[in-house]
């Protein structure tokens, strides 16, 4: 194995393995990490940055608007979990 290359190694779908990468040491899962990561080859970081829009903090959703947005991510389990269950998933998918 490369000294650069992890055992995570995303492989040749992820478009911006650096970015890749720091998104993951952040905390963030795959497949999010990914979908920013190939969101910034596509256009640039800094238009990725730019776009994100603003909405409320998940804390003012209700549950039945969190289990919403989680069905949009397909989460598993979103129906039996807690308000900061949700949350918490919601924010590391």
């Known amino acids: 194995m490369a000294a650069q290359e992890r055992k995570d190694d995303p492989g040749p779908s992820v478009k911006d393995p650096e970015l890749y990468e720091k998104l993951r040491d952040e ?4 497949e999010k990490a990914a979908r920013i990561a190939n969101a910034a080859a596509r256009d ?12 409320q903090a998940y804390e003012d959703w209700t549950v039945e608007e969190l289990r919403g947005r989680a069905a949009e991510l397909d989460v598993e389990g979103r129906s039996s979990m807690t308000k900061d269950e949700l949350i918490e998933a919601l924010r590391h998918h």
């Open 44 to 55: 640039s970081r800094s238009e990725v940055g730019e776009r994100g829009g603003s909405s």
């Open 27 to 30: 905390g963030n899962s795959k």
